[in-house]
T-cell receptor, first 111, second 116 residues
Framework: GEDVEQSLFLSVREGDSSVINCTYT??????LYWYKQEPGAGLQLLTYIFSNMDMKQDQRLTVLLNKKDKHLSLRIADTQTGDSAIYFC???????????FGSGTQLTVLP | DTGVSQDPRHKITKRGQNVTFRCDPISEHNRLYWYRQTLGQGPEFLTYFQNEAQLEKSRLLSDRFSAERPKGSFSTLEIQRTEQGDSAMYLCASSLVGQGNTGELFFGEGSRLTVL
C-alpha cells in the first residue's frame, strides 16, 4: 500500500518561513492535500495540488510537488503563533478516493 | 452550522461494552468515510459509503466493528465488545463526488473513545 512519511517536529521563530516536507511511494494519486489539526479538533483542509502541477500558491501557503522524487512540501510564509498545529499531508488513493495520511508534523512557532 | 457533526465527542467505557458513534455529514454529500486516529499518528481509513452502500472496508475493520448508513444520510459506527486497543479518535468525513469537483473530504471534530 501507500507509504507517506513526514518528519515529526519542526520549530520556527514567529515571522520566519516554515517548510514541512512529505515523501510518498505511490505516484498514482490524482490529488495531494495538506490538512491542519489543532489540539482536540478535527482536520481542516488547508490546500491541495493536482498531480499535474508543480506548484500552487494560496496566500501565505506554497505547495511544491516533485513527482520524480515523490516529494511534496508546504511552505508557510510569515509564520504566526496561530499556525502552531499538526500538519498532515495526504494522498488520494484507491477507487474509494480515500486519503492516506502521513503521521503528521508538529509545528511549533516560537515568539 | 452545516459542517460534519459527530456525536458523542467523548466516550469512556469499560472493556467488553458496546459503543456507537453517529456522524451527520454535510447534506447532499454522497460519500461518507470513517477513519481512526491514534495518538501521534495520522488518520487511518476504516470504511466508506457511497450513498447508503458500504463499498469498501479496510483490514483494520475487525468483525467487532459495524457501520451503517441506512438512508444515505447519517451514519453509525458500532464497536462491540470493546478492547483497550480500540481507544482512539474516530473521525467521520464526507465528500461530494461527481463531475467538476475534487471530491475533497470535510472532516468532523471526531469522537474520542477511551476503553478502560
Amino acid at each position: 500500500g501507500e507509504d507517506v512519511e513526514q518528519s515529526l517536529f519542526l520549530s520556527v521563530r514567529e515571522g520566519d518561513s516554515s517548510v514541512i516536507n512529505c515523501t510518498y511511494t505511490d505516484s498514482s494519486s490524482t490529488y495531494l492535500y495538506w490538512y491542519k489539526q489543532e489540539p482536540g479538533a478535527g482536520l481542516q483542509l488547508l490546500t491541495y495540488i493536482f498531480s499535474n502541477m508543480d506548484m500552487k500558491q494560496d496566500q501565505r501557503l506554497t505547495v511544491l510537488l516533485n513527482k520524480k522524487d515523490k516529494h511534496l512540501s508546504l511552505r508557510i510564509a510569515d509564520t504566526q503563533t496561530g499556525d502552531s498545529a499538526i500538519y498532515f499531508c495526504a494522498l488520494q488513493t484507491g477507487s474509494a478516493r480515500q486519503l492516506t495520511f502521513g503521521s503528521g508534523t508538529q509545528l511549533t512557532v516560537l515568539p | 452550522d452545516t459542517g460534519v457533526s459527530q456525536d458523542p465527542r467523548h466516550k469512556i467505557t469499560k472493556r467488553g461494552q458496546n459503543v456507537t458513534f453517529r456522524c451527520d455529514p454535510i447534506s447532499e454529500h454522497n460519500r461518507l468515510y470513517w477513519y481512526r486516529q491514534t495518538l501521534g499518528q495520522g488518520p487511518e481509513f476504516l470504511t466508506y459509503f457511497q450513498n447508503e452502500a458500504q463499498l469498501e472496508k479496510s483490514r483494520l475493520l475487525s468483525d467487532r466493528f459495524s457501520a451503517e448508513r441506512p438512508k444515505g444520510s447519517f451514519s453509525t459506527l458500532e464497536i462491540q465488545r470493546t478492547e483497550q486497543g480500540d481507544s482512539a479518535m474516530y473521525l467521520c468525513a464526507s465528500s461530494l463526488v461527481g463531475q467538476g469537483n475534487t471530491g475533497e473530504l470535510f472532516f468532523g471534530e471526531g469522537s474520542r473513545l477511551t476503553v478502560l
